[in-house]
């Protein structure tokens, strides 16, 4: 999950949950992020690589919202400290459908008492849907945290139990 170069594609995925904006440089996916209206700083030069990417994740994300993708296969190129690249890696791993708690992640780490830390990784990560933060959940069970909102995470969280129902699968 490396930078890569400043060269970069951006484009607005229309979604059930509102424009998610993704952004990909020559080396894969930057971010994902809903509510990213504001001004950008960076200009857009449309670079061809990062432009494939950047279609990629959009085909991608359309099928996730139709119910026909699991599992996302575009490379991932997020800012993070080495700690936040290793709470993301353990999103990823999280099976769609499923759920798991900070401390699960923090187990994961070998870390057990970075639960907080955990915390603060999985809020700050900048490829939402793709790197499911939207999977974990508070140790008693309850929905907590999801920088795109409550409301979004518990629609996406539906949305796979329903899809993985329509299928016959049981989590």
Not at 46 to 59: G, K, S, Y
Request: aromatic letters at 8%; hydrophobic letters at 40%; one cysteine or more.
């Amino acid at each position: 999950m490396n930078n890569g170069s400043d060269k970069i594609s951006r484009t607005t995925v229309k979604t059930p949950l509102g424009d998610l904006t993704v952004q990909c440089n020559p080396k894969g996916l930057q971010w994902a992020l809903f509510d990213k209206e504001q001004e950008f700083t960076k200009a857009i030069n449309n670079d061809p690589d990062a432009q494939r990417w950047l279609n990629a994740a959009v085909t991608q994300l359309q099928d996730y919202f139709a119910g026909t993708r699991f599992a996302f296969d575009i490379p991932l190129v997020p800012h993070g400290t080495v700690f936040q690249h290793q709470v993301w890696g353990s999103l990823i791993d999280i099976p769609y459908g499923s759920t798991c708690s900070y401390g699960d992640i923090a187990v994961r780490l070998s870390n057990p008492r970075a639960v907080r830390a955990v915390g603060a990784a999985n809020g700050r990560n900048p490829v939402s849907i793709i790197v499911p933060c939207h999977r974990v959940i508070g140790r008693s069970g309850a929905l907590t945290g999801y920088a795109g909102g409550l409301d979004r995470k518990a629609w996406l969280l539906a949305h796979e139990h329903n899809m993985l129902s329509a299928r016959g699968v049981r989590r």
